[in-house]
């Protein structure tokens, strides 16, 4: 600190000397602040602000660093997150010739899960026959994929799909589950089942005609009713009354024996 030029009363009969002082200047301090980040996921970074500010208001550069918390895993990185997730977002300002550091502020990165919902097909069968239900037998019914994700496939079934399944009033459900596909960590998926309808099946009878003479024994007719599956039998069997007196001539018929036009 310079000091020269004295001004004052007599100073003609003074020889003055001028010796400098000290000013020192001290580091500023700075201010940091990371606000949170909560958005839902969609395929893009989610970088946290990071303010740095220094003396008179002059803004500074500031370095984010990412980590994954809870059980997120991710980082160290300085690359901002993009996957569903928890994260710490910390930024750092290592101070320089006129402010103080390091520096360091803390906050979150939170990155919600995408909701969908895929629903199970339906199907209607006839009783008797087997229902293959396919991995890709599902549809899209809510919610949306971001591009490049989505699912390929997933497991479903129904108790209704075997021959053996009976009718039943409302059907039988289509499960769907444990989706397999692209990007799935990211999204919340809800699975919704389908009806598989089992329908009664139709059957065929055939009555064989009968043509015998008479022997004095009973003439049987078969009836056969063919079932697709189970344990019925598939015959019945109906007998029909052999009548003589029918094909004797007059006179001979049997006493007690009907005249015909009775």
């Known amino acids: 600190v310079t000091i020269a030029d ?7 009969n003074y020889t003055v000397t001028y010796l400098p002082g000290t000013l020192t200047v001290t580091k500023a301090t700075v201010t940091i602040d990371v606000p949170p980040v909560d958005e839902p996921y969609d395929g ?3 970088a946290a602000a990071c303010t740095v500010v220094g003396a008179n208001s002059t803004s500074l550069p ?8 809870g059980a997120t895993t991710y980082g160290p990185s300085t690359v901002a997150p993009t996957a569903a997730g928890t994260y710490a977002s910390v930024c750092s300002f290592p101070g320089d010739d006129n402010h103080d550091g390091p520096v360091t502020d803390e906050s ?6 995408r909701g969908v ?3 199970a ?5 006839v009783y008797g026959t087997v229902q293959a239900i396919a991995g890709t037998d599902f549809t899209l019914t809510a919610g949306t994929f971001v591009a490049g994700d989505g699912i390929t496939t997933a497991t479903g079934g129904s108790t209704g799909a075997p021959a053996n ?7 039988y459900p289509v499960t769907i589950a444990d989706a397999v596909g692209t990007g799935l960590a990211n999204y919340t998926v809800t699975y919704v089942p389908g009806t598989l309808t089992v329908t009664k099946a139709a059957v065929t009878i055939d009555v064989p005609p009968v043509d015998e ?21 598939r015959t019945a069997t109906r007998t029909r009354r052999a009548r003589p007196w029918r094909s004797a001539p007059r006179g001979t018929r049997p006493r007690g024996a009907p005249t015909r036009g009775r």
């Open 62 to 69: 500031g370095i984010i660093t990412y980590t994954g918390t």
């Open 108 to 113: 979150t990165v939170i990155i919600r899960k």
């Open 6 to 12: 004295a001004v004052g009363t007599g100073l003609a």
């Open 121 to 125: 097909a339906s199907f209607s069968k």
């Open 117 to 119: 919902t895929v629903t």
């Open 44 to 46: 893009t970074p989610k």
């Open 213 to 233: 003479p008479y022997d004095g024994t009973p003439k049987a007719t078969t009836g056969s009713v063919p079932k697709p599956i189970g344990p019925i039998p």
């Open 165 to 171: 399944a009976v009718v039943v009033v409302g059907g």
